[in-house]
């Protein structure tokens, strides 16, 4: 009996699921072509040790992280208790061969399921104290399915509860795998509950709470595959074909724009949810919901409509409504139930999940309007138009990478925005309208202001020294040992310009041979690709890998981290492969082999910012430090969002070129938090940066809220100081005469 029922209970899971899991392979394989997933493999295989097996990212926040951590070793180690329970199916005295009898082996499943029950309690203490009902937006657990996560919680207790029940009532009639040995703790404790019933009750308990944990384990297996626990399956692949390297750097994608223009209707990024790649679909199917991207986004933290999270959350139910179509195109039917695609989907189909967020103010989950098919639904559109994502939450974004770096699972958020927006701004010219504006300033003048490139040299002015200037047609002279790379800000904005002159003057005293390409210098192209618009970028981009090739560039220093990011990691990809460094890299290493010797000291107290396109697109956290940690008389201090989880400036993205119009300005959130410490100077390392942050500090010393004499500095310029010699002491008043 105990075998048939248990057979029978299994033979129906594994039959339900595994439908569903073919349903799911079928739509994923569906997606559009991603190239490279499985390059460096060897490095692949480490990044699953140490981000699975390790749970690295998970335990970056580490009460929960360490409840998981226990969570997950907790499942993978009960899987003997699995293996246990179905060889008791046939046989009451079943071990595992080999090893199954060992107490070792007891004292391990016991500790492990007591450390998950310990590890459930603390989910469930995290989830009452960030309830959304209660804390709304502020809780990173707002627009997620709250309901069945309570389910799957339960569900997990009852895998945990009813083993430990039969495995007490094993250690009572003596068919525990491991004996009657004290060493399963936790089963002679509950054993000590039923020791006073007969053999006979104690099998009775056995083999009903055995059949009834084989039930609840099928039951959760069946729920995972059609719930968002189907990231325990899908998280283990998707960091595997994650993108290499680390840090963000590059986008995923650079299209053949070229080939694309020669088709007679060019698709560029992502207009309809089948136009995103099988890695995109695999993403959208892994979000566990659990909100660490959307707890740290600066958009959904300063009142806009983005969510990281309800993205995801949105493309996810779209194209789980919309898979009849696109399996029934594939000739496979819709994959639950066969047959030709429905004619119309006026609703919400049984997996899409769409409207559930509660947030029809932010653009997501938005349903169908009355009539119009699943399948017609813009991707990007407003509520009027039915829209799956709103255009206010497309453009929100800034690049910032915050998302990619919290998320447990490795989604790419930053490649799925700009995919999307690549439609919008090449295919249907829909951007917001000052972005407009830089895009023509980047064509007639190629920089966003507009400014003619002759201005390009004007910073050099009154420098106690000649800048060397490339030429047209010159090659980088031998004795040249870095070309710098200004950029628009350091060339034409007057605070950047500051910059450019104090990293031009520090070169020059540590003697350093360095040259300019003067008018020649272009835009890297970096804010018309992080808009979408691809086909400029690439254009820019190729012109100025063509120059950069005739002068026979081999090493590049840029003072600005987009610039930087441009040079270094997305040129390669257009035939452009560097040497390039960012100036507080270069400076650190001039700093350490004492070419510059920082002696005057600069009694200030200093809180360092973090540029995302520094940071986490490149992990350079350290050399910045460094330099400010050498100059004598500063006082560091960090903010509580810094490093791998700084705040944004609110520049990138193209954002620095449109107005910030819902919510709070991002940059003015990110100085409250640096005047919390009541600096002297707020430092940092971008020129976007310098801009954003001394517009706020102006804002804040115009409403009384910041001291007069708050610097926003970048990290060159404080090392420029400690270098410059000290004030000479004022001579002290002559003694009167008695």
């Not at 018309?528 to 090739?549: D, F, P, S, V």
Request: include cysteine.
């Amino acid at each position: 009996m105990r075998l048939a029922i248990g057979g029978a209970i299994t033979l129906i899971a594994l039959a339900v699921a595994g439908r569903r899991v073919f349903w799911l392979f079928r739509l994923i394989r569906s997606g559009q072509p991603a190239e490279g997933r499985l390059d460096d493999l060897p490095g692949r295989i480490w990044t699953e040790i140490s981000e699975v097996g390790g749970q690295r990212r998970l335990l970056k926040w580490s009460v929960p992280g360490l409840a998981h951590f226990f969570t997950f070793w907790g499942f993978t180690v009960l899987i003997l208790t699995v293996i246990e329970a179905f060889g008791g199916l046939f046989d009451d005295d079943f071990h595992i061969p080999l090893f199954g009898h060992w107490a070792a082996v007891g004292f391990l499943e016991d500790f492990f399921a007591v450390a998950v029950l310990a590890g459930l309690l603390t989910f469930t203490i995290i989830r009452f104290k960030n309830a959304p009902a209660r804390l709304e937006r502020k809780s990173r657990f707002y627009g997620s399915h709250t309901g069945p996560a309570w389910v799957i919680l339960g569900l997990i207790t009852a895998v945990i509860v009813t083993l430990l029940i039969y495995r007490g009532a094993q250690w009572n009639t003596g068919n525990l795998p491991q004996g009657q040995t004290r060493w399963a703790f936790a089963s002679y404790g509950v054993s000590r509950i039923f020791s006073g019933l007969s053999h006979g009750a104690n099998e009775n308990i056995e083999t009903a709470f055995l059949l009834l944990n084989l039930a609840v384990i099928m039951g959760f297996s069946v729920l995972v595959v059609y719930s968002k626990h189907l990231h325990i399956g899908l998280a283990p692949i998707n960091v595997v074909l994650k993108r290499k390297p680390v840090a963000l750097g590059p986008l995923a994608t650079t299209p053949d724009i070229e080939k694309l223009m020669e088709e007679e209707e060019p698709i560029v990024g992502v207009g309809k949810v089948e136009d995103f790649s099988w890695k995109a679909m695999l993403d959208f199917a892994t979000c566990t919901e659990c909100g660490r991207c959307q707890s740290q986004c600066p958009a959904w933290n300063t009142g806009k409509p983005l969510s990281p999270k309800l993205l995801i959350m949105d493309l996810r139910d779209h194209l789980f409504a919309k898979a009849p179509y696109l399996l029934a195109a594939g000739g496979a039917g819709d994959g639950e139930g066969g047959g030709e695609a429905p004619k119309a989907v006026t609703g919400v189909e049984e997996d899409a999940g769409v409207g559930h967020h509660g947030v029809p103010e932010s653009g997501f989950g938005r349903v169908p309007q009355p009539g119009q098919p699943q399948v017609d639904r813009p991707l990007v559109g407003t509520a009027e138009e039915g829209g799956v994502i709103d255009p206010d939450v497309l453009w929100s974004c800034t690049n910032c990478g915050a998302c990619v770096e919290q998320c447990p699972v490795d989604i790419e958020h930053v490649d799925h925005i700009v995919d999307m927006r690549r439609y919008q701004v090449m295919i249907e010219s829909a951007f917001p309208s000052e972005a407009g504006v830089m895009l023509r300033n980047l064509e007639n003048n190629g920089n966003p202001w507009g400014v003619s490139p002759r201005t390009r040299t004007e910073w050099t002015e009154g420098l106690p020294f000649d800048v060397r200037v490339i030429g047209d047609g010159e090659q980088i002279p031998d004795d040249v040992e870095y070309l710098y790379w200004v950029g628009c800000a350091g060339a034409i904005e007057d605070r950047a310009k500051k910059v450019a002159r104090s990293f031009a003057e520090l070169l020059h005293t540590a003697g350093v041979e360095f040259a300019i390409l003067g008018t020649n210098e272009s835009c890297t192209g970096d804010p018309a690709r992080r808009l979408g618009n691809e086909y400029l970028y690439q254009e820019i981009a190729k012109a100025n890998i063509e120059l950069l090739n005739e002068t026979g560039v081999k090493k590049i220093v840029a003072t600005c981290p987009h610039c930087f990011n441009s040079l270094a990691r997305e040129y390669s990809s257009l035939g452009g492969t560097y040497e390039v460094v960012h100036h507080t890299q270069l400076l650190g290493k001039l700093v350490e082999e004492r070419k510059l010797v920082p002696v005057t000291p600069v009694e200030s107290s200093v809180t360092y910012h973090d540029p995302c396109f520094l940071g986490r697109h490149n992990k350079v956290y350290t050399p910045p430090r460094e330099i400010l940690e050498a100059i004598p008389g500063i006082r560091g201090q960090e903010m509580h969002r810094c490093k791998d989880r700084g705040f944004c400036c609110g520049a990138g993205g193209a954002r620095m070129w449109m107005e910030e119009k819902i919510g709070k300005r991002v940059n003015v959130d990110r100085m409250e938090e640096a005047l919390g410490l009541d600096p002297d100077v707020v430092s940092t390392a971008c020129p976007f940066c310098i801009v954003m942050l001394t517009d706020a500090v102006t804002e804040k010393k115009l409403a009384g809220e910041a001291k007069e004499s708050v610097e926003v500095l970048d990290v060159s310029q404080l090392l420029a100081r400690s270098l410059a010699p000290a004030a000479p002491a004022a001579p002290a008043p002559a003694e009167p005469v008695a």
